[in-house]
């Protein structure tokens, strides 16, 4: 079934994620995008419990669902590597961290 009209495929909480599955979807030629009300936001402060969007328009319902199932697949692979990465941030500016630091670089608050 074609559809024609932007709609929501896919929704998430976590921004980066959803943001893959949006670029994986538009590498196999859907025209796919991050719904957020400000991506610089959505970046750089974590948002608990915002779910995140992703749109698509002009593509095969079918083909859709069997892409996402297989970046699903395929991002189950290797969720035990990304959370290492993902999960580390400071808890007062939001900042991504690359190891644990007693310090944040961005807001130079103390970390415990």
């Not at 749109?55 to 069997?66: I, K």
């Not at 999960?87 to 944040?104: I, K, R």
Request: with cysteine; aromatic share 8%.
């Amino acid at each position: 079934m074609a559809i024609s009209d932007p709609t929501v495929v896919y929704r998430g909480l976590d921004f980066p994620t959803v943001e893959r599955l949006a670029e994986y979807l538009r590498a196999a030629g859907v025209d796919a995008r991050v719904s957020v009300p400000d991506p610089q936001c959505a970046q750089t402060i974590p948002m608990f419990e915002t779910h995140h969007e992703v749109l698509a328009a002009n593509f095969e319902a079918e083909n859709v669902r069997q892409l996402i199932v297989k970046w699903q697949a395929g991002a189950r692979d290797d969720s035990a590597q990304q959370s290492c990465i993902t999960d580390l941030f400071c808890y007062h500016c939001g900042e991504s961290l690359a190891s644990e630091l007693p310090v944040c670089p961005a807001c130079n608050a103390a970390l415990d």
